[in-house]
Nanobody, 123 residues
Framework: QVQLVESGGGLVQAGGSLRLSCAASGRTFKSYAMGWFRQAPGKEREFVAAISWSGGSTYYADSVKGRFTISRDNAKNTVYLEMNSLKPEDTAVYYC????????????????WGQGTQVTVSS
């Protein structure tokens, strides 16, 4: 089992940047594929980015491709989401999630979730 704690959210102006972190407990972190999802008020939780256990494979939603970068440091049990050129439509609660095995883009295929961190982008 793994516990996840996100941090790094906040209020930023459009065009700005934020770096989210997700710290995981447990010694088997490197066995997990990790994902970032987000949920805006009144909307479904949606896929943002995912990374394989080794960091060798990454996937992004079209809406963030070229602006966001997911990475991980298995020595620190941490996954990151670097967000640049932020837009008001990026405003949401951002969640990290973990699953054993390969990357998946469907939130229902993730087993463990953090509590979320709020990102607000002002225009």
């Amino acid at each position: 089992q793994v516990q996840l704690v996100e941090s790094g959210g906040g209020l930023v102006q459009a065009g700005g940047s934020l770096r989210l972190s997700c710290a995981a407990s447990g010694r088997t972190f490197k066995s997990y594929a990790m994902g970032w999802f987000r949920q805006a008020p009144g909307k479904e939780r949606e896929f943002v980015a995912a990374i394989s256990w080794s960091g060798g494979s990454t996937y992004y939603a079209d809406s963030v491709k070229g602006r966001f970068t997911i990475s991980r440091d298995n020595a620190k049990n941490t996954v990151y989401l670097e967000m640049n050129s932020l837009k008001p439509e990026d405003t949401a609660v951002y969640y990290c999630a973990a699953r054993i095995g390969n990357i998946r883009l469907n939130r229902y295929e993730y087993d463990y979730w953090g509590q979320g961190t709020q990102v607000t982008v002002s225009s």
